[in-house]
């Protein structure tokens, strides 16, 4: 993993922003907003640093805030679960957007689309992926909040399938079709890309370091003089 503030194909003038002092000029607030919308554009292309960088301005300049631009972070944010990047951007939130009780059903404010993206956010944080999908399944609101991320179901299917793939060797097929929302010919073309190979009722993960199970043997070395040292400090202790 590259450093924090990486991100591989990040444009010049971006780059010349993120380095200097305009990386909190106003100014620079239409350049970072449409940059997010770039992001949205290419499945495979997101810039975390970047849109830090956007929402610490709207904190500055509430008056510049756009909260669709807001919510494409967020949503882009998820797509990098397990990573920590949609808690980061909600920590540069105002405070009243991540208050439930501003957030009413329907009312289509952004305290309403954070708090039903820090739903699915829960969900993935809990593992809980049959969840997610029933969840942003079961309200419109939910479609037009992901409508201009790109891509955005199937980097979710690839981000679970790659989290499943560190923690087990072999999983239900049912299981795993209730995880990625697939079923059929497209469950299968799926597994079979990733590299996993489908037996019957179960889909067999190949042997990587992260689901390998490897004993830990933990050895102390102890010399014979500490011993004594304690020894002679028990007989040192007054009666």
Known sequence: MGPFDYAQDRPENIDVILNGLDRYNPETTTTFQDY???????????????NLALLKL???????????????????ALTVFPNPDFSLCLSLLPTHVLQKNTASAGDGS???????????????AGADYTAFWEKLDSDDL???????????????????????????????????ESWLNLQGPEFDHFVQVF??????????????????????????????????RLIKRAYEQPA
């Open 195 to 228: 590299g996993w190979e489908i037996a019957g009722d179960s889909i067999k993960v190949p042997l990587n370091k992260e689901n390998k199970a490897e004993g830990t043997i933990v050895t102390e070395n102890v010399k014979f003089e500490q011993f004594g």
């Open 110 to 124: 952004l305290a309403e689309a954070v708090q039903k993206l820090n739903s699915l956010n829960n969900l993935l």
């Open 142 to 176: 939910y479609a037009d909040l992901i409508a201009d991320v790109s891509g955005f179901e199937d980097s979710m299917r690839v981000r679970i399938a790659v989290t499943v793939g560190q923690a087990v060797r072999e999983v239900e097929k049912g299981l795993l």
């Open 58 to 76: 709207y904190q500055f300049n509430p008056h510049l805030t756009r909260d669709e631009t807001i919510t494409n972070i967020l949503v882009k």
């Open 36 to 50: 997010v919308m770039v992001q949205c554009e290419n499945s495979a292309f997101y810039d975390c640093y970047a």
